[in-house]
């Protein structure tokens, strides 16, 4: 599924013998804390949710990011 505040989604899995989970890092277009709709969505897909967190990009972040 698809969101238009959705830059790109990264996606880390990591299989024990506890537990197969998943990590997401969300990129968002803007600077809106959509945390509450994240946690929401995953929820409603049955996802169990066991951390949330927001971070922000400094200046230094985007330009490495964008010049690789």
């Avoid at 506890?18 to 994240?38: C, N, P, S, W």
């Amino acid at each position: 599924q698809s969101f238009p505040f959705v830059e790109t989604v990264q996606i880390e899995e990591t299989v024990s013998s506890q537990a197969h989970l998943h990590k997401l890092t969300i990129y968002m277009k803007e600077e809106k804390d959509l945390r509450g709709f994240v946690s929401q969505f995953l929820m409603e897909k049955g996802c169990q949710l066991l951390s949330l967190s927001r971070e922000s990009l400094q200046l230094e972040d985007i330009f490495l990011k964008v010049t690789g």
